[in-house]
């Protein structure tokens, strides 16, 4: 049974921080990317940040300079250090995993349940 379990998210108030979790288990192939989307009410989901195995990183231009993302392969987490939160930033965050099977075209995507952010202004 895959899993993908967030923590981290809350209510904070502008220009403050957060730190989210994502600890998968239970992924049969080969992690690929691992990364974090969001989706604010009224809108759809969006890419927030993607590293891929080797550690190279990918940002979305609202969140550079602001967010970092990381992962722990041997823990298979991925983390979202969030600094100098903005009301905009307000939304649910979701984890994303990719796995794939050497020698097969498909690819395997999971995602976990989601977790609450709420900047106040």
């Known amino acids: 049974q895959v899993q993908l379990v967030e923590s981290g998210g809350g209510l904070v108030q502008a220009g403050g921080s957060l730190r989210l979790s994502c600890a998968a288990s239970?992924?049969?192939?080969?992690?690929?990317?691992m990364g974090w989307y969001r989706q604010a009410p009224g809108k759809q989901r969006e890419l927030v940040a993607t590293?891929?195995?080797?550690?190279?990183?990918n940002y979305d231009d609202s969140v550079k300079g602001r967010f970092t993302i990381s992962r722990d392969n041997a823990k298979n987490t991925v983390y979202l250090e969030m600094n100098s939160l903005k009301p905009g930033d307000t939304a649910v965050y979701y984890c994303?995993?990719?796995?794939?099977?050497?020698?097969?075209?498909?690819?395997?995507?999971?995602w976990g349940q989601g977790t609450q952010v709420t900047v106040s202004s």
């Open positions: 590293i891929t195995s080797g550690g190279s990183t």
């Open positions: 239970g992924i049969m192939f080969s992690i690929d990317v």
């Open positions: 994303n995993v990719r796995a794939v099977r050497r020698g097969y075209i498909r690819q395997y995507d999971y």
